[in-house]
């Protein structure tokens, strides 16, 4: 902990109120994933034919799953987050109580709940059962070697999710859920990279943990290229030059953020992001559509 955060932990000495826990609750729901996927899947949604308001659902259930999802990730490390130290965690610099954070995260999941089927049953049942997967990440399944079905199943929920909603109720293509799938594996390694020695401090013995920061930081871009490469050569019809052009810059991104560990122990994660970023822009730009017409 910084001397920064410590005088202000010693000096309050108790939770934030008003303004300061406001910010402080902005930053314990993981701001920057939440924001990347919210607007990830709002483009999907548009690419895929929903109208203005049909986006808007989209991206406001996504949001709320996103927000609880975080915040339950802070509540529920509360106790090792502080016992660790780690700076960049609300809680554990004494700005929240773990248990404000809670009902955060149950509120932003009861919001979840209508906003998901309000594109019926079946397209809502989708989107929660990601939502699930990845609160049970958050409860446990994070330790265990199963740490990447979570990541795996949440952000392969998410192209079926948009689809489903949609008039019809069409599934996406095979392509469109193996690349997301794979993106969630990607982004799963990422994202635990800088915290791999931390973990096993702690007894989080998750997959990437076992494997350990060497070998993820080498395995980091195959789930992303695959993905893109997933994304180039899934639809029908050759790929076109710009097609083989943006399969060359996911390349260099995805490279680039583990090469740069060393220096930012975030560089992986934001090369996974913007990998998952060009693939969206790669749907953008494509004329197939990934809804299976029935």
Same mark, same amino acid.
């Given at each position: 902990?910084?001397?920064?955060?410590?005088?202000?932990?010693?000096?309050?000495?108790?939770?934030?109120?008003? =303004?300061?826990?406001?910010?402080?609750?902005?930053?314990?729901?993981?701001?920057?994933?939440?924001?990347?996927?919210?607007?990830?899947?709002?483009?999907?949604?548009?690419?895929?034919?929903?109208?203005?308001?049909?986006?808007?659902?989209?991206?406001?259930?996504?949001?709320?799953?996103?927000?609880?999802?975080?915040?339950?990730?802070?509540?529920?490390?509360?106790?090792?987050?502080?016992?660790?130290?780690?700076?960049?965690?609300?809680?554990?610099?004494?700005? =929240?109580?773990?248990?404000?954070?809670?009902?955060?995260?149950?509120?932003? =999941?009861?919001?979840?709940?209508?906003?998901?089927?309000?594109?019926?049953?079946?397209?809502?049942?989708?989107?929660?059962?990601?939502?699930?997967?990845?609160?049970?990440?958050?409860?446990?399944?994070?330790?265990?070697?199963?740490?990447?079905?979570?990541?795996?199943?949440?952000?392969?929920?998410?192209?079926?999710?948009?689809?489903?909603?949609?008039?019809?109720?069409?599934?996406?293509?095979?392509?469109?859920?193996?690349?997301?799938?794979?993106?969630?594996?990607?982004?799963?390694?990422?994202?635990?990279?800088?915290?791999?020695?931390?973990?096993?401090?702690?007894?989080?013995?998750?997959?990437?943990?076992?494997?350990?920061?060497?070998?993820?930081?080498?395995?980091?871009?195959?789930?992303?290229?695959?993905?893109?490469?997933?994304?180039?050569?899934?639809?029908?019809?050759?790929?076109?030059?710009?097609?083989?052009?943006?399969?060359?810059?996911?390349?260099?991104?995805?490279?680039?953020?583990?090469?740069?560990?060393?220096?930012?122990?975030?560089?992986?994660?934001?090369?996974?992001?913007?990998?998952?970023?060009?693939?969206?822009?790669?749907?953008?730009?494509?004329?197939?559509?990934?809804?299976?017409?029935?």
């Amino acid at each position: 902990m910084t001397s920064r955060w410590a005088g202000r932990v010693r000096t309050a000495g108790r939770p934030g109120t008003g =303004l300061t826990m406001v910010v402080a609750l902005a930053r314990a729901c993981h701001p920057g994933p939440t924001a990347a996927v919210t607007v990830l899947v709002g483009a999907l949604a548009l690419v895929c034919g929903h109208d203005a308001a049909g986006c808007a659902l989209v991206a406001a259930a996504v949001l709320t799953g996103q927000l609880s999802i975080g915040w339950c990730n802070d509540a529920a490390d509360a106790a090792r987050d502080t016992a660790a130290g780690r700076t960049g965690k609300p809680v554990a610099e004494g700005l =929240l109580a773990a248990r404000t954070v809670w009902a955060a995260a149950w509120t932003a =999941l009861a919001l979840c709940v209508p906003l998901s089927l309000a594109f019926g049953p079946v397209a809502g049942g989708v989107h929660l059962t990601g939502v699930a997967a990845a609160w049970a990440y958050d409860l446990g399944l994070k330790a265990t070697v199963f740490s990447w079905l979570p990541y795996a199943v949440g952000f392969g929920s998410l192209p079926p999710f948009v689809t489903l909603g949609l008039p019809g109720a069409p599934w996406p293509a095979w392509w469109a859920v193996l690349a997301a799938a794979l993106l969630g594996c990607g982004a799963h390694l990422a994202n635990v990279l800088p915290d791999i020695q931390d973990d096993l401090a702690a007894g989080v013995r998750g997959w990437p943990q076992r494997l350990g920061a060497a070998r993820v930081r080498a395995l980091v871009p195959v789930p992303l290229l695959l993905a893109t490469v997933t994304l180039v050569l899934g639809p029908p019809g050759a790929p076109g030059p710009g097609e083989w052009a943006a399969l060359a810059v996911a390349v260099a991104l995805a490279c680039a953020g583990p090469l740069a560990a060393n220096r930012s122990p975030k560089a992986p994660f934001a090369g996974a992001v913007a990998v998952a970023a060009l693939d969206v822009l790669l749907l953008l730009a494509t004329t197939t559509t990934i809804t299976v017409v029935p």
